[in-house]
Every structure is written in structure tokens, then in C-alpha cells.
């Protein structure tokens, strides 16, 4: 199983980014996938997460209108589009994948947004 993330970096408030993340080595059309975040200090949250269709995405309060999680099968692939960045948004963004009893983790990109 492999992961590459991509689309990090600085960006200054109210910019966006679009994050990136390549599988491969396990069917990904049949995972649910996530993008989850972690703060320097603070424990791992869940961002936001998408349906193995692609048919339900569901996102964290503090992101909702903001950011929009997507896939697209044929290139295994998950993105997720920040908008409205804000400060407390800088974290370390993991891609996941989901499949009972599996669960595999990206090796994350940094997102920093600062002035």
C-alpha cells in the first residue's frame, strides 16, 4: 500500500490550496477515504471524508463551506479543496483509506497559512 500526497505548502490568509493523494496496492474504489489533519500540540482530527462512490462526503464544523473532499476512481485518487484558508487551518493533512478491518495512512503533507 502507497500514498502520495501532494499540494501542501504556505499560502496566505483567505488562499486556497487543493491537496492531492495517489494510491495504490489495495482496490481503492471500495475504501472510504479521509483526509484528516494534525496540529503541532494537538491530537489528529478528521477533516473530512468521502463514500467509496463517491456519493456522500461528510466534513468537520470548523471546514463545512469551505473545503470540499473528492475522488476519482479511475485514478485512484482523492483531493481536497481548501478554501478560505485560515491560520488554524495550518496542520499536517493525512490521507486515508477504509475498508473493514483495513485502515492505511498517507505520510502527510504540512499546510501552513501565514502572513
Known amino acids: 500500500v502507497q500514498f502520495v500526497e501532494s499540494g501542501g505548502g504556505l499560502v496566505q490568509p483567505g488562499g486556497s490550496l487543493r491537496l492531492s493523494c495517489v494510491a495504490s496496492?489495495?482496490?481503492?474504489?471500495?475504501?472510504?477515504m479521509s483526509w484528516f489533519r494534525q496540529a503541532p500540540g494537538k491530537e489528529r482530527e478528521l477533516v473530512a471524508t468521502i463514500t467509496s462512490a463517491g456519493g456522500s462526503a461528510n466534513y468537520a464544523n470548523s471546514v463545512k463551506g469551505r473545503f470540499t473532499i473528492s475522488r476519482d476512481n479511475a485514478k485512484k485518487t482523492v483531493y481536497l479543496q481548501m478554501n478560505s484558508l485560515k491560520p488554524e487551518d495550518t496542520a499536517v493533512y493525512y490521507c486515508n483509506a477504509w475498508g473493514n478491518p483495513y485502515n492505511y495512512w498517507g505520510q502527510g503533507t504540512q499546510v501552513t497559512v501565514s502572513s
Open positions: 496496492g489495495f482496490t481503492f474504489s471500495r475504501y472510504t
